[in-house]
Structure formats: structure tokens, C-alpha cells
């Protein structure tokens, strides 16, 4: 592709993303260019607008690199009570997908619902990217890892590392997990392998991955951990939220991970789907499960 050209499909240009925030700011000083300066902020990328989001919530940035990947590490400056538990957000699985056949360039969201949860969390929080994610890109960066092995046994310990990471740099002796539909996957499976989670908490999670491709007609994702699969106890509280009109994961996908660990709380909510209305609810729903017993 010839630098600065958008691809068929593709109405801004990658170079662009990089430079775009800035040069939409020196172009609305000219009310000529105020319509330019609209198409220039429009053309930021998913990860440009998650770093404003979260640079909005008054989170710090940073980079860390484990078990041979990248990701990044969102947090609310100023150390916390030892005693007060980090709650670390992870985000769902984004686009893997290109048009449900050609693996995405940048599976990255454009809708980071995890982390407009932990907007609304009166705690100690910190928001977890996942590997080769907002474009934490590296040589062992290839597709697979956000399609077929997205919650690969790699993936995982990645990912478990940098919440170990998370937790000192809190200076919390414990932590909540916190998933959205595939970063639920990703909670459990971090959970298994931390001494010191309090609490495993997920919204809208496709925890029985096999029954749920096989719900929507995907081929398996081969390379990856199924939680419904697993064979290690879960000694934590570990409360799942659903929505009564979620479509893209039923609740009735999930029945074999709850017949495995029917201890695990699972809640369905009325007149909720995938994205509606978790956010702004959030506040209400936070203070009734870290309530409970």
C-alpha cells in the first residue's frame, strides 16, 4: 500500500491515527477548517480513543512486557489501602474478525465498554489490554493470537503476569477481576492461576467457548482454554451478569460451565442485551455484589 493512502474500505489512512488529534486541534483555530478538523478527529484510531478516554478518568499509562508480549496498563494514580482490593478490568474481544472471514489488522474495540465500567467503580481500579492489542504489535503478534488463540494458555500467562504486576504497583495485597464478554473468559482463567483473587466478576462472558461457537456456527477456537472445560477449583466468589436479550452470548450457552462450578452466581437482567445497559447501571450493580456476603 502506498504510505498515506486508504485502503478500499478504509476512509482514514493508518499514518493519519498517529497525528490526527493533533492536527485537528491547529485546524479548528481557522473556522475555515472546522469541517476538516471534524474528519481528522474522526479518523483517530480505536487505541487513540481509548488513551483519551482513559486519560479523561485520570488513569496513567503504561507498558508492560510479559511472557514475550506487549500490552498496556491503565491505572489511577496514587497508591492505594493494602487492605482495599485492585479491581482490574479486562476488555472483551473486539473485532477479530474482518466481514466474519479475514482476521482483522487491529482486533482493538471501538467501544471499550470494560473500561467505561471502571469508570464508574468507586475503587481502586486499573484497566489491562490485552496482548498484541491497541497496537502492542511484536513478532509473536500474529493473527492467531486474537482469533483461534485469544484465550490461549500463552495469552493467559501474559496476561496473568502483568495483573501480578498491577496489584504491587497498587501496593493491594488482592485482587477483582473484572471481565466483559471475552475478557470474562480471560478473568476466569487468569483467576486460576493468582493466590490472591477476592472476587471473579464478568459481564456478558462466553464461558463455555465451544457451545458458543458452536452456537453462532464458528469453527472452534482451537489453541484456546475453555473455562467450562477446566478441572482447577475456584476457592473464590465469582458472580456472572447476563442480559435476558443478549444475543451474541446467550445465557443458555453458558449451562455446562455452571454445572461445573455450581457455586458460581449467575444473574440475568431483565430487558439487558450484549452492551445495553451495563454501563449506566454499573454504579448500582457494583455496590449490590461487592455488598453481598
Keep these: 500500500m502506498v504510505p498515506g493512502i486508504a485502503r478500499k474500505g478504509e476512509l482514514c489512512p493508518r499514518p493519519l491515527t498517529f497525528v490526527v488529534m493533533r492536527v485537528a486541534i491547529v485546524a479548528m483555530r481557522s ?63 473486539g473485532v477479530p474478525w474482518r466481514g466474519g472471514t479475514e482476521p482483522s489488522a487491529d482486533p482493538t474495540t471501538g467501544n471499550p465498554l470494560a473500561l467505561k465500567l471502571l469508570g464508574q467503580t468507586p475503587a481502586p481500579a486499573a484497566y489491562l489490554s490485552r496482548p498484541c492489542y491497541q497496537e502492542m504489535t511484536g513478532p509473536r503478534c500474529t493473527p492467531e493470537r486474537w482469533t483461534m488463540q485469544r484465550y490461549s494458555d500463552e495469552i493467559v500467562s501474559s496476561m496473568t503476569a502483568a495483573a501480578r504486576t498491577a496489584a504491587t504497583r497498587a501496593n493491594a495485597r488482592n485482587v477483582v477481576l473484572v471481565g466483559y464478554s471475552g475478557g470474562g473468559v480471560l478473568a476466569v482463567l ?87 445497559c451495563w454501563v449506566e447501571h454499573w454504579p448500582a450493580l457494583w455496590q449490590e455484589i461487592r455488598s453481598a456476603p
Design 31 to 93: 473556522a475555515s477548517s472546522v469541517v476538516m478538523a471534524l474528519f481528522l478527529a474522526g479518523c483517530a484510531s480505536n487505541t487513540t480513543r481509548i488513551d483519551t478516554l482513559a486519560g479523561t478518568l485520570g488513569l496513567s499509562r503504561s507498558v508492560l512486557e510479559t511472557g514475550g508480549f506487549h500490552s498496556l496498563l491503565y491505572m489511577r494514580s496514587g497508591g492505594g489501602s493494602p487492605d482495599a482490593p485492585l479491581a482490574i478490568f479486562i476488555e472483551g474481544d
Design 190 to 276: 487468569i483467576a486460576e492461576r493468582l493466590d490472591n483473587v477476592a472476587a471473579v466478576i464478568t459481564v456478558g462472558a462466553d464461558l463455555d467457548i465451544d457451545a458458543w461457537a458452536q452456537h453462532h456456527g464458528y469453527l472452534p477456537l482451537s489453541g484456546s482454554l475453555n473455562p467450562a472445560s477446566s478441572s482447577v477449583a475456584h476457592p473464590w466468589p465469582e458472580i456472572h451478569l447476563y442480559g435476558a436479550r443478549d444475543t451474541v452470548v446467550p445465557v443458555a450457552t453458558t449451562a455446562a460451565y455452571f454445572a461445573r462450578f455450581p457455586h458460581a452466581q449467575r444473574r440475568v437482567m431483565d430487558d439487558y442485551d450484549h452492551v445495553c
